[in-house]
């Protein structure tokens, strides 16, 4: 069985019904056999734990990837209702949740809704393939939630996640 807290390697992915979400390794600039010498975006490594929400496993395990290289100790769900199960059980120790808006079941808006009510020190890192004015249109996202754009660069989803766990960008 493996641990919840186990490293994810990266992946590619495509979602058929969005155009433009396709992305994969080469164009984030990470080469898997270079993985022990790749330079991270933060001095410090992170101590927070980040529930990466996807049903898109090629792309929850890239994220995943990504976010562990910058120290950060990962957990993963399929999905928005395996995610509330997750935070169930420990949501003490989950400090952030970064999802997908559109997932089959419960979505990324209602899984933020979700964790705002009961469990409020939890943040909420929203991700789509599509525009963020786009998905603020269809009522998906309010515009001031924080949100990164697919396909993210290690650097940017890293950025995100320092600014919405309050630490400050290092350069």
């Known amino acids: 069985m493996r641990s919840p807290l186990t490293r994810s390697l990266p992946y590619a992915a495509t979602k058929s019904d969005s155009p433009g979400a396709s992305f994969g390794p080469g164009m984030l600039g990470f080469d898997p056999l270079l993985a022990t010498t790749e330079k991270r975006a933060v001095t410090q490594p992170a101590r927070e734990i980040v529930l990466v929400v996807d049903d898109e496993e090629m792309v929850r395990k890239l994220a995943a990837r990504m976010l562990a290289g910058q120290g950060y100790r990962i957990l993963e769900a399929s ?53 963020a004015n786009r998905m603020i249109n269809e009522g998906q996202l309010d515009p001031d939630k924080p949100f990164v754009q697919k396909p993210f660069t290690v650097e940017e989803l890293s950025r995100k996640v320092r600014e919405v766990l309050g630490h400050p960008p290092q350069e």
């Open 79 to 131: 999905g928005g209702d395996v995610a509330v199960r997750m935070l169930q059980r420990d949501s003490h120790r989950i400090d952030a949740v970064l999802t997908d808006l559109a997932m089959p079941g419960l979505g990324g808006r209602g899984l933020g809704e979700t964790i705002s009510r009961c469990w409020p020190r939890v943040r909420v890192i929203y991700m789509s393939g599509f525009q």
